[in-house]
């Protein structure tokens, strides 16, 4: 009897196999998701919603290198300031960076609903913090 339920332990445990063969690459793949496919995603995202933001005025660097102002928004188009009188038309998508204070800028109006938020929280920690050193002061 003993050699039957050995026998039968044996057969189970040799159809488990070809499932558990897939979890590791399941688990491989779940990590690379997370790990590189996903940050990816947000960075894009993030991106077309700050192309999105931009207006007229702001100095932004195309894939090309070239740099310049934000004269005209069309359909799918900047209409680029470059030098003065020198104006062209690049596809939104060929904007890879913004300089530095236009992408302060961009923030800025991206941020305003939660900068509403924030300035309440801001200010309840202001207080906390200044009757807390009153209360210190006077100690």
Do not use: C, W
Request: hydrophobic share 45%; proline share 3%; net charge positive.
């Amino acid at each position: 009897m003993f050699f039957i339920t050995a026998a039968y332990a044996d057969g189970a445990a040799a159809s488990a196999s070809p499932f558990m063969q897939f979890v590791p690459l399941v688990l491989i793949g779940a990590v690379m998701y997370f790990l590189m496919f996903r940050p990816e995603q947000k960075k894009r995202k993030e991106h077309e919603r700050k192309i999105a933001a931009l207006a007229p005025g702001a100095e932004v660097i195309t894939n090309g290198g070239i740099v310049g102002t934000i004269s005209k928004i069309e359909n799918d188009m900047f209409v680029l300031d470059i030098a003065k009188g020198v104006s062209i038309r690049i596809i939104k998508s060929a904007v890879t960076r913004f300089v530095e204070s236009t992408e302060k800028k961009v923030m800025q109006q991206i941020s305003k609903k939660s900068a509403a938020t924030n300035t309440e929280t801001a200010k309840n920690a202001a207080v906390k913090t200044t009757k807390t050193r009153t209360t210190e002061k006077e100690s």
